[in-house]
């Protein structure tokens, strides 16, 4: 995933601060993000599912019936399952 300058840092240092966390130096209340949930549609729902793919955090969700989406389908990268209804 291409990241833009200042988003680079910010990403990196959230990795840093997970892996502190992993290892048990880092505050408890730090470890309130395990997974991200999202129905996939434009904005901030993919944006959600981006961070969670970029820090490898657990991610998914429901998305409509075909993955509609207001741009078309909901990209088969995003692990969301698909609901029984159109929306």
């Known amino acids: ?12 240092l959230l990795r840093g601060d ?3 966390m992993e290892e ?3 505050p408890s209340s730090a470890r309130l993000i395990e ?3 999202s129905g996939g549609q434009t904005g901030a729902d993919r944006g959600g599912l981006d961070a969670a793919i970029a820090l490898g955090l657990r991610h998914g969700g ?3 019936k075909d993955r509609a989406a207001e741009d ?3 990209p088969a990268r995003y692990e969301v399952r ?4 159109p929306g």
């Open 1 to 12: 995933m291409r990241v833009a300058p200042g988003r680079a840092t910010f990403l990196t």
């Open 18 to 20: 997970r892996r502190t």
């Open 24 to 26: 048990g130096r880092g």
């Open 35 to 37: 997974r991200i949930i």
């Open 62 to 64: 429901w998305c409509p």
């Open 72 to 74: 078309g389908v909901v």
């Open 82 to 85: 698909e609901a029984n209804s």
